[in-house]
Nanobody, 115 residues
Framework: QVQLVESGGGLVQAGGSLRLSCAAS????????MGWYRQAPGKQRELVAD???????NYADSVKGRFTISRDSAKNTVSLQMNSLKPEDTGVYYC?????????WGQGTQVTVSS
């Protein structure tokens, strides 16, 4: 099992940047997939970015070139650097881990981008 705790959300103007961080309760070295999802009001949760086996990254088309996902095994964290933010990036961002056939989720952190 793993517990995930997000931080770094907040209110930012369009064009600004935020960095989200997800702290895991155990070593992430053996967790094959970690990532970030988001959910806007009235919409389904959607994938933002994930990283598999420390090598392969995957991004939603809407964030390519603006967001960067990274993992740090020394700190047991996965981060999401978000640049050139747009109002449509507003939502609750959830950290995600897939391990041993199960999905694990954090409690979410709110990101609000004002126009």
């Amino acid at each position: 099992q793993v517990q995930l705790v997000e931080s770094g959300g907040g209110l930012v103007q369009a064009g600004g940047s935020l960095r989200l961080s997800c702290a895991a309760s155990r070593s992430i070295f053996s967790i094959p997939k970690m990532g970030w999802y988001r959910q806007a009001p009235g919409k389904q949760r959607e994938l933002v970015a994930d990283i598999t086996n420390w090598v392969s990254t995957n991004y939603a088309d809407s964030v390519k070139g603006r967001f960067t996902i990274s993992r740090d095994s020394a700190k047991n964290t996965v981060s999401l650097q978000m640049n050139s933010l747009k109002p449509e990036d507003t939502g609750v961002y959830y950290c995600y881990a897939y391990m041993a056939g199960k999905d694990y989720w954090g409690q979410g952190t709110q990101v609000t981008v004002s126009s």
